[in-house]
């Protein structure tokens, strides 16, 4: 009887894994993709996994913020690699009924203000942000094209750092410049360091140099939602933004009809996991060896197929 039971129960747990174990239609999923090597790693990582499943894949190029209005309406089936820093725009789709989270990839985030390692010897203090406001502090991380502030290396135009909002909320003196792309960002940040110019820069993980020995992050205070939402939070009582953005994961958002029309599609994404690390090693490989996004990701599948095979079982 009780073997019986436990025969039955194996049934019920993979009899509907079996039956969804071949594609439902030929029909290419869209998979948003950003210009962006960490996000599209893992995006390249989960459409070749889905090709060897049998499956065809379009990559639809698109906006980050525009992504979440095309997961709504059914123009982007799937996005693997969101990052819950930015709250507002996924707690909005989520809450249409359209859109749905599979849960974390396995990779965590921090998004903040980043210092190589010497520009503590010149600013005493850091990683406190506090020490930021020292008019000593200011005066060493200047240069002659900062106008007597700090100089702070910003992000491409696209991205919602909320740097000029923290900058007033906790009087700082700081002289912002926008790179154009997170290339760029990332050559004038490696450029500063051989030069040891007084620099910060907005930096995250994961990521082969904002994640190494090489430097550090500024310790804001914590996120919390009330930063946005209530100016009587935090340091500033008149002002909301006075902290750093929310840490967190990199989740997976998948169409809520995509998912009903494809069971085994979205039963690979919510198996599929990756972790900081290898996020990580995948950035390197494209912005200090010159791959793509997508040969790092296929790298990586060659590398790892005991890893993804699972997620297809």
């Known amino acids: 009887m009780i073997k019986s039971s ?8 993979f009899m509907p894994l079996a039956q969804a174990a071949e594609p439902e239609f030929q029909d290419p999923i869209r998979l948003a993709v950003f210009n962006t090597p960490d996000a599209d790693f893992v995006t390249y990582i989960y459409g070749e996994v889905l090709e060897r499943a049998g499956y065809n894949v379009d990559y639809i190029h698109t906006d980050y913020a525009a992504h979440f209005t095309a997961l709504e309406f059914g123009d982007i089936d799937a996005a693997p690699a969101v990052w819950t820093s930015v ?11 359209e859109v749905k989270s599979l849960g974390s990839v396995g990779v ?30 200011v005066a060493a991380l200047s240069t002659p094209e900062s106008d007597g502030k700090i100089n702070y290396l910003g992000t491409p135009p696209d991205w919602t750092a909320r740097d000029q909002e923290r900058i ?49 992050f500024v310790d804001f205070p914590l996120f919390e939602q009330a930063c946005i939402d209530d100016a009587g939070w935090g340091v500033n009582k ?10 967190g994961d990199v989740v997976k958002l998948v169409n809520v009809g995509f998912a ?12 599929m996991h990756i972790d ?34 699972v997620w297809i079982k």
């Open 6 to 13: 436990v025969a039955v129960a194996a049934l019920i747990v």
């Open 87 to 97: 709250k507002e725009l996924m707690d909005a789709a989520i809450a249409s009924g």
């Open 108 to 137: 965590s985030i921090r998004e903040t203000w980043w210092y190589p390692n010497y520009v503590a010897e010149l600013c005493p203090g850091l990683p406190d942000w506090k020490a930021l406001l020292a008019p000593g502090c």
């Open 168 to 216: 007033a909320a906790l009087g700082l003196q700081v002289n912002i410049t926008p790179p154009g792309t997170l290339a760029s960002m990332i050559a004038t940040m490696q450029g500063a360091i051989e030069r040891r110019t007084p620099i910060i820069g907005f930096g995250f993980v994961p990521h082969w140099l904002y994640g190494s020995d090489q430097g550090a």
């Open 238 to 247: 008149d002002a909301t933004g006075d902290c750093e953005l929310a840490r």
């Open 260 to 271: 009903e029309k494809a069971p085994y599609a979205t039963q690979i994404l919510s198996e």
């Open 276 to 309: 900081t690390q290898a996020v990580g090693a995948g950035v390197s490989r494209q912005e200090r060896d010159g791959l793509t996004a997508e040969d790092a990701a296929a790298e990586w599948i060659e590398a790892n197929s005991t890893q993804w095979q």
